[in-house]
């Protein structure tokens, strides 16, 4: 079956950094999203790798490995309002979307 | 402002009641889908519609239906509600074809089934 693995949840210290990894099985790979749910909230996008290799965007990062079947989204400069889920999700072959069940990220001051 | 609508934000529903859940968008996106989203799990996509005229099953589409009527509206239905489907209920939209690129979420609807 297809299956995405996400750590349930992790602490870190504002102003710190951190990392969220995500380990997928798929039929085939046509993409990998990551998404921030903040509490009681919509998911929002964030980042999308489809080649291998890190894309930047400002203090969020997100690496993707093919070969591996990893990826992992990394934090810098954690801010109080970084506290949200972070959510995982690959694009199979056949274009289904496949979700984990997220990662609960908690700030501490 | 450019988004999704959806209706009602909440709702507490007597089992065996018949209730639709409404989401609008105004982005002019082709594809549209539902999911709900329980503690602990993923996001399950329900069903979904990569234009005006089709939809399609998700991975648990039973006790709901859905209708796409035109691009802008993509209606819930649950024919007789059940506890099980207590749940909140997320409308997206995405432009291009199905999980062609990153999906839109409406603010959500939160539904008890009691």
């Known amino acids: 079956g297809q299956n995405i693995d996400q750590p349930t949840e992790m602490t870190a210290t504002e102003g710190a950094i951190v990392q969220i990894n995500c380990t997928y099985q798929t039929s085939g790979f046509n993409g990998l999203f990551w998404y921030q749910q903040h509490a009681g909230e919509a998911p929002t996008f964030l980042s999308y790798?489809?080649l291998d290799g890190l894309e930047e965007k400002g203090r969020f990062s997100s690496f993707l490995s093919r070969s591996k079947g990893y990826s992992y989204l990394l934090l810098k400069e954690l801010q109080m309002k970084d506290s949200a889920s972070y959510l995982c999700?690959?694009?199979?072959?056949?274009?289904?979307?496949?979700w984990g069940a997220g990662t609960k990220l908690i700030i501490k001051p | 402002i450019a988004g999704i609508t959806q209706a009602p934000t909440s709702q507490i529903l007597a089992a065996g009641r018949r209730m639709t859940l409404r989401c609008t968008q105004d982005?002019?996106?082709?594809?549209m889908y539902w999911y709900r989203q329980d503690l602990g799990l993923g996001l399950r996509l329900i069903h979904y519609s990569n234009t005006a005229g089709t939809t399609g099953k998700g991975e648990v589409p039973d006790g709901y239906s859905v209708s796409r009527a035109n691009t802008d509206d993509f209606p819930l239905t649950l024919a007789s509600a059940v506890p099980s489907q207590t749940s909140v209920y997320f409308c997206?939209?995405?432009?291009?074809?199905?999980?062609?690129?990153?999906?839109?979420f409406g603010n959500g609807t939160r539904l008890t089934v009691t």
């Open positions: 997206a939209s995405s432009p291009g074809e199905v999980n062609g690129g990153p999906l839109h």
């Open positions: 982005m002019r996106h082709n594809a």
């Open positions: 999700a690959v694009t199979d072959s056949n274009y289904q979307l496949i």
């Open positions: 790798n489809v």
